[in-house]
């Protein structure tokens, strides 16, 4: 499985965006690029994904490099709700076989009332 | 829509013991997955099961073994527990072929080994 890194920490103050990077310097062409958050005391929930293109949703938005060896989550207005762990993982297409997840450690964000 | 639930929430077992964690997958999924959540790490990959048969395992023993049944509902199962099992066990469904592959879990079943 392709690796990805990302900071162990951030801090934001509330209502301010958020930009969250993960480095991926090993995906391969067909990997898509997910983000998963962990909530304290809850299980992992889906953020969003991305192949190539930038991508918006209601949580938040993708920004993919153009050689997609890097990625940024953004939040575009921290709430105090958004504390969580995020995690950037890397999946092969679901024709591919199972579709687990490979978690690292994410980065912690916590915000700042 | 009722999402992923698992029981129980605490459990508290002796080193070789046996233990069965339960879950109920989201409606409409066929898929479910299982993970271990040592404390400070991200989830591991433990196995998936796929109509009713196991469909992918990480790295973890034979001990280590699940079921799943018509329902899609889902067990795993932990023969002679070691205490670096003590962990936050999650378990996770989904719907195999749905585009983004999303993965539903639960809240988790906390498992200390004494």
């Known amino acids: 499985d392709a690796k990805t890194t990302q900071p162990n920490s951030m801090e934001s103050n509330e209502e301010e965006p958020v930009h969250l990077p993960c480095n991926h310097s090993t995906i391969s062409g067909t990997d898509y690029i997910h983000w998963y958050r962990q909530l304290p005391s809850q299980g992992p929930e889906y953020v969003i994904h991305?192949?190539?293109s930038n991508v918006n949703n209601r949580m938040a938005s993708l920004a993919i490099a153009e050689d997609r060896k890097s990625s940024t989550l953004i939040l575009h207005r921290a709430t105090l709700r958004d504390a969580a762990v995020y995690y950037c993982?890397?999946?092969?297409?679901?024709?591919?076989?199972?579709?687990?997840?490979?978690f690292g450690t994410g980065t912690r964000l916590t915000i700042i009332p | 829509e009722t999402g992923v639930t698992q029981s129980p929430t605490h459990l508290i077992k002796t080193r070789g013991q046996q233990v069965t964690l339960r879950c109920s997958s989201q409606s409409g999924h066929n898929t479910v997955s299982w993970y271990q959540q040592a404390l400070g790490q991200g989830p591991q990959f433990i196995f998936q099961y796929y109509r009713e048969e196991e469909n992918g395992r990480g790295n973890f023993p034979p001990r280590f073994s699940g079921l799943q049944f018509p329902n899609y509902s889902s067990e795993l199962n932990v023969n002679a527990l070691e205490l670096d099992d003590s962990a936050l066990y999650l378990c996770?469904?989904?719907?195999?072929?749905?585009?983004?592959?999303?993965?539903?879990f639960g809240p988790g079943t906390r498992l200390t080994v004494l």
């Open positions: 991305g192949l190539t």
């Open positions: 993982i890397l999946r092969p297409p679901r024709a591919f076989g199972n579709e687990k997840l490979t």
């Open positions: 996770a469904s989904s719907f195999k072929g749905q585009e983004n592959n999303e993965q539903f």
